[in-house]
């Protein structure tokens, strides 16, 4: 019966520990999350890149070159064509 009380005040103690680490990683997540946010500025994406980045972004943008080129081509009858586009 002794080695059943030792066994269940590690296990209690071993459980308490844990959630109190547990919620100790919550809130200096929390307050580096918050102090992050009120002290260090939102920059905007750079010039030349795109907002999200990688290659998804690029795709959108060849598939949006794609239909514009398409839209020019029914629009015009194949007389048209498509010499650059620009952002304004």
Do not use: Y
Request: with cysteine.
């Amino acid at each position: 019966m002794e080695n059943m009380n030792t066994a269940l005040g590690l296990l209690v103690v071993g459980m308490v520990t844990v959630f109190i680490i547990l919620c100790l990683v919550v809130v200096i997540g929390n307050v580096v999350i918050r102090l992050t946010n009120r002290f260090i500025p939102v920059t905007g994406p750079a010039t030349g890149k795109s907002g999200n980045g990688g290659s998804a972004g690029k795709k959108a943008h060849t598939k949006k070159l794609a239909a514009i080129v398409a839209a020019v081509d029914v629009v015009t009858q194949g007389q048209g064509s498509v010499e650059s586009i620009e952002k304004k």
